[in-house]
């Protein structure tokens, strides 16, 4: 299977940080990240990125940052608070799609819903605009949050008028609005639980996310369809709030490794590869028992600090490989 059609662990995060407003940001093979940037930035920042929606093998759709690349999911989208973001969707498939924000401010023309004509055509090239805000102070000793937040994106117009067709079938991805001051991580991964697929395929198909023992990886949940999950990450655990740390001792904060996923959720956390527990294959799952009997299981393979393969790690990939799933479901890449 092309690696260009499902996405895996993503190792060079699809960013949008270009320095300068107005420069398109570039593929994922240049490493665009906001590792690039000082935290401390300037907010209302304006930038620009391209993403072309294409047809996929086995019947899916998919976002990409240049033609021939789409991906299931989409690229990870960031931005910083504050910030704006301007996307040109070129649709090169012959179904109407859009690309549809969670978390962030948009106007009727960038909605990418059909109920207010916000959509690409067949062929067609349109430009959305997603706006992100910073907390400020409001009456009565209260604060109107801002954007920050795990969120993410998808298609709002093929199939339906509600876009179900293109969600089914791929089309979606991760949003991140990061406060200025968040810790970046060294590695990204989003997961999203689509009906009982993840990332639209089933075990032993699912895929197997790669980090090195002590970096930061940061996880992005998502779910879609019609079905209510939980989301499960063996031997490690974060903090049930806004990034998965705690800001201190007495951060209230419950400690959990087990959060729900149901339809149009999302959330993320960071964790320290193999803090506590060491090297080695570790599951992600879902933890309705029958959804991970059915193929809804993956593997986050931990290797040693210097990249190498801890013992026993290749018998265990293998065992997963081996175990018997439920048969493909429809939607899912063959």
């Known amino acids: 299977m092309d690696d260009n059609v499902v996405g895996r662990a993503v190792s060079r995060r699809a960013v949008l940080t270009a320095g300068a407003a107005g420069l398109?940001?570039?593929a994922v093979a240049a490493g665009a990240s906001l590792a690039g940037r000082p935290a401390g930035a300037a907010a209302g920042a304006t930038r620009k990125v391209t993403i072309y929606a294409e047809a996929l093998p086995g019947g899916l759709y998919g976002y990409g940052l240049a033609p021939g690349r789409a991906t299931v999911p989409g690229p990870i989208l960031e931005m910083w608070e504050g910030d704006t973001l301007e996307i040109t969707l070129v649709n090169r498939t012959d179904q109407r799609l859009s690309i549809h924000p969670h978390?962030?401010?948009y106007s009727t023309d960038s909605d990418g819903s059909p109920l207010n004509a916000s959509f690409n055509g067949p062929g067609e090239t349109r430009t959305y605009v997603w706006r992100s805000r910073e907390m400020v102070a409001a009456e009565g000793r209260r604060f109107l949050p801002g954007s920050a937040g795990y969120w993410h994106y998808h298609d709002h117009a093929m199939g339906t008028e509600h876009g179900t067709g293109g969600v089914a079938k791929g089309l979606y991805g991760a949003l991140i609005v990061r406060r200025r001051g968040d810790l970046l991580p060294e590695k990204q991964f989003t997961v999203v639980f689509n009906d009982m697929?993840?990332?639209?395929r089933t075990a032993p198909d699912t895929p197997m996310f790669e980090a090195n023992l002590g970096q930061r990886v940061?996880?992005?949940?998502?779910?879609h369809g019609g079905t209510f999950h939980t989301f499960h990450l063996h031997a490690h655990r974060w903090a049930d709030n806004r990034t998965g740390l705690l800001e201190g001792p007495a951060d209230p904060s419950a400690v959990i490794d087990t959060k729900?996923?149901?339809p149009g959720g999302s959330f993320g956390f960071q964790v320290r590869a193999g803090e506590g527990v060491g090297p080695g294959v570790w599951?992600?799952?879902c933890h309705v028992q029958f959804h991970s009997d059915g193929g809804m299981a993956g593997l986050f393979l931990v290797r040693n600090a210097d990249g190498s393969m801890p013992p026993?790690?290749?018998d265990a990939i293998h065992r997963f490989h081996g175990h018997a799933h439920a048969a493909h479901h429809e939607g899912v890449l063959e």
């Not at 697929?197 to 639209?200: V, W």
């Not at 940061?218 to 779910?223: L, Q």
């Open 283 to 285: 599951m992600y799952h």
């Open 24 to 26: 398109a940001v570039p």
């Open 197 to 200: 697929l993840i990332n639209n």
């Open 312 to 314: 026993g790690a290749e």
């Open 218 to 223: 940061e996880w992005i949940a998502i779910g």
């Open 103 to 105: 978390g962030v401010d």
């Open 260 to 262: 729900d996923l149901n």
